[in-house]
């Protein structure tokens, strides 16, 4: 006779409640663990996206993600001609914010070259970017629709396009527009900039010897220089050893070149370390108010039961009926618990603002802690149930 | 040799000044299908000796023999495996029922019987033919917590008799129930007693209850102090007329 099932059948309702509010806590472990998941896999997914194995950035800094990175746009000239590389490309990267109609939109921008290396795979609605100028690909995450007309500074873009699966790593939706669309965005100066720097150049200029002589057309254009770009991607041919490659780079045109792996290292440790750990050290705080609660709730179901668990010692059950009896409930609780826990992530986790990424590694360990837990959990239980005083069971008198 | 023996039994709770001398060098016999009751008023060691007897709390000191067999408690010793004993042998009643809540009627009868190893089935069908007997069939599958004080109780006698033990100790069956419920009772354990030929002892405080046993143990203070045959008549001048008109071991 299974006594767990009769006693879980006897107070089901209550049993039920426990499992759900049980259900509650797993889904914010799991979600916690989502939300960490998330967060690294959407700081990578912007390094990943392109599907570049070299990064070429600014010399002695550590990429666009991590700092400020700027190389010439006709860099990639030059690194196209280095042994191993099939394919080199410029790539502007900027944090704005825009407005459409009242509503502020904030994305990472994207600008590259039509066509070659660093252009989104996939897109979700619309079509990609045919046209050099002013059209623009944005991620479904930013909820604008093909069609909608941007203004950014002195530049309209039109929505032409959406994309799925690409954010920061501050979890904004990013936007894609051509190289030069990009550069003019960054790099090009209001006009009163420009006159206050032509000014300065040609004061400076004069107060020169040398450059006295030169004509200020000559030098104008150094105060209106777009062609720049925050780093160069690189695909290489196959093969070839990336690590070679980024040395030889780094050695003979004094640029550094970090690897795929080595700018995910960057995002990873340096830019997201610190909501990393932060996320990380609330996961596992959470396990451990997870582990006392499930634990607590074990203990007490047993103490409610020394009565009838001194009654069935009385009657002749041995040991091994009552640690089935507390073994059997917990571990029904834990998974119950757990079942609920995950069907309220998995048909929840979508309305996320950031993404929540349950991958089934972390579920199955999870579960595994669960089991665990419940197993410790009825241990205590058992031995405390083992040590309940068959006479409990009795009345008084003498 | 008597199906329970208990010789000189002893127990203290308790250490230095708050010792307690439960029971003092009490000893008593029950053949297999006789029906003992133990009386006494309150604090005298009945329920004490039941629990002793039942191992449920061993004594201090004394020896207890079980069915004519080896000695079950011997010198501070159980050199039994108690629950296996209970379970196996003896059926045993409480005053407040002790019935499992999360099972229904016929399966806290059928308990005992899958705890010796019955088929679930087997038991469920043993159980609901006891049931039948004892008019509580139509209660087989609604939880104690339904049944009134008398159908309790009944299942509780139930529950002691379906695995057919041969020994049956209760403990103030009647303590919970009026009069008239109290008796039925009695009369129910008196019966199931005769049928099985188990031995019976049964405490109880109410002289009422009494009619039919074969012998009375009245305790006092946790000695017995005496024992009587209270339906019995005279046979070899060891009985003679006890303070209730019964018969009394000289």
Redesign the interface.
Known sequence: MNLAVRDVRYRLGRFLLTAVGLGLLMATVMAMGGIYRGLVVEALSIVQAPGADLWIVQKDTNGPFAETSRVPDDLYRVIRAVPGVQEASPIVFQSLQFRVGPKPFRVQLIGYRLGALGMPLAVAAGRPIIRSRYEMLVGRDAGLAVGTEIKIGRLVFTVVGLTEGIVSNAGDPVAFVSLQDGQEIQFLKANEAVRNDRARLDSASQATPALRDVPAEALRPIVQNTHLANAILVRLQPGADAVEVARRIERWNYYRALTTAEQEQVLAESVIDRGRRQTLLFRAILLVVSVVIIALIIYTMTLEKTRDIATLKVVGAPDRAIAGLILQEALTLGLLGYATGAILISGTYQYFPRRVVVTAFDQSVLLGIVILICVAASLVGIWKALRVDPTTALGGGA | MPAIFADRITKVFGRGETEVV?LKDASIEVESGELVALMGP???????LL?AI?L??PPTSGRLIMLAGEPVYENDRVLVDD??????K?G?I???Y??????TVA?NV???L??NGVS?RE?MRRARALLVQLDLARRADV?PATLSGGEQQRLAVA?AVVNDPAVILA??PT?SLDTQRGKAVMDLLRRLGRERKAAVIA?THDERMIEGFDRVYHMIDGRIDRSWRPAQPVIDGRWVVGPTGGYEHA
């Open positions: 439960a309150s604090g005298s060691g009945k329920t004490t629990r039942s449920i709390d629950r296996r004993l209970r379970r196996e003896m045993i409480f005053q407040s002790n019935l499992i809540p999360f099972l399966e059928a308990l005992v899958t705890l679930l038991a939880h529950r403990d103030e303590a405490v």
